[in-house]
């Protein structure tokens, strides 16, 4: 197993993964097994739609077992490097994986664009529905592509996605939202809805606490060799002239 180093929230090491609800099979077939461990999941990303890995992990010490999400981003060293453990073994992969909390609001956009491509238009359905139409459509593209999946999302992931505590909610806040008379939930993307939300979003990226957050981070990273070396001050000027411009 290729050993990588990585920065994460503290207690996700200590965390057991929450136990997904496997289902006997889904329109395209899958059968899911339950899992006890940590594991991760290829969805696809919120800005560009092309897979990328997420963990997904519940404290054991939290009452409500509330659960969360992370996004897994890898820094790139400018130049070749390599790191060395206190056990004086060398690892050939410089990066720097970076385990960061990501709102499950992004990964539920690029689910709703599966599951009804004219989003806007959509009808109201129920979470099982919109993640089963979801899956089947990455299903569909990874047959059409054969035996090279990394190009797509893993279609059985998106499914145990739906089985997380946090996703109604999530939808809630980008959908509207109708309960039928026996109690169950349908929704419908909204895209007021979700502007609305994505412009809280923006005020907050925009505020000055936030920019200077990130000159530090970047010059950390700078000063580690895990960033660019030059011109990184006129480069963080810029960003938060464009922030501060928003």
Same mark, same amino acid.
């Given at each position: ?30 059968? %899911? &097994?339950?899992?006890?461990? !940590? ?10 739609? /092309? +897979?990328? @890995?997420? #963990? ?34 060398? %690892? &050939?992969?410089?990066?720097? !994986? ?10 539920? /956009? +690029?689910? @709703?664009? #599966? ?55 999530? @939808? ?75």
């Amino acid at each position: 197993m290729t050993s990588k180093i990585a920065i994460i929230p503290k207690g996700v090491l200590s965390a057991s993964s929450t136990s997904l609800v496997s289902r006997d099979s889904t329109k395209s077939g899958v059968e %899911l &097994e339950n899992t006890t461990a !940590l594991s991760f999941l290829k969805l696809p990303h919120p800005r560009t739609d /092309l +897979p990328a @890995l997420f #963990l997904p992990f519940s404290s054991e010490s939290s009452v409500d077992r509330e659960e969360q999400i992370l996004e897994v981003q890898a820094v790139n060293p400018p130049a070749s490097r390599s790191w060395f453990t206190d056990d004086n073994t060398v %690892l &050939e992969d410089g990066r720097l !994986l970076l385990l960061t909390p990501i709102d499950p609001m992004f990964l539920l /956009l +690029p689910i @709703l664009r #599966l599951a009804n491509p004219s989003i806007e238009s959509g009808t109201f359905q129920t979470i099982d529905a919109i993640f089963e139409a979801a899956s089947q459509k990455v299903y569909e593209q990874q047959l059409e592509i054969g035996e090279n999946t990394d190009d797509t999302p893993n279609y059985k992931d998106i499914i145990l996605l739906s089985r997380m505590n946090f996703v109604p909610s999530a @939808l809630s806040r980008i959908c509207d939202c109708q309960e039928l008379e026996d109690s169950t939930k349908v929704y419908r993307f909204s895209f007021p809805i979700a502007l609305k939300m994505l412009q809280v979003k923006v005020d907050r990226l925009s505020s000055p606490e936030m920019a200077a957050s990130t000159r530090i981070i970047a010059r950390s990273l700078s000063k580690d060799g895990l960033g660019p070396n030059e011109h990184v001050d006129d480069k963080l000027r810029e960003g938060n002239l464009v922030l501060r411009n928003t």
